[in-house]
Nanobody, 123 residues
Framework: QLQLVESGGGLVQPGGSLRLSCAAS????????IGWFRQAPGKEREGVSC????????NYAASVKGRFTISRDNAKKMVYLQMNSLKPEDTAVYYC????????????????WGKGTLVTVSS
């Protein structure tokens, strides 16, 4: 059974850091791009970052570029989102999602989703 499970969310002060993890099971991660998305209260879900199937290419939303870093370890079936210099506007539920393709090509067409992990940035 294909499954994505996010972890690492929590409460952090502005300017702080968190590292989110996405654990994949039930499929070969090597063939999938992985995207991180977030949904803040009352807002639509947005794409935050994406990494190609072999990790050679990454994309970031303008709002997080320079602060967030996506990475993956296909052998461990793990994808990470390192979030630094967090701001209150980063508060959201963060989801990872997988698509069966080599390149990100945007944030649409994701085949599988995790249930999300909550990140709260507040003093």
């Amino acid at each position: 059974q294909l499954q994505l499970v996010e972890s690492g969310g929590g409460l952090v002060q502005p300017g702080g850091s968190l590292r989110l993890s996405c654990a994949a099971s039930g499929f070969t991660l090597d063939y999938y791009v992985i995207g991180w998305f977030r949904q803040a209260p009352g807002k639509e879900r947005e794409g935050v970052s994406c990494i190609s199937s072999n990790g050679g290419s990454t994309n970031y939303a303008a709002s997080v570029k320079g602060r967030f870093t996506i990475s993956r370890d296909n052998a461990k079936k793990m994808v990470y989102l390192q979030m630094n210099s967090l701001k209150p506007e980063d508060t959201a539920v963060y989801y990872c999602a997988a698509a069966l393709r080599r390149l990100c090509l945007g944030y649409s067409g994701m085949d599988y989703w995790g249930k999300g992990t909550l990140v709260t940035v507040s003093s």
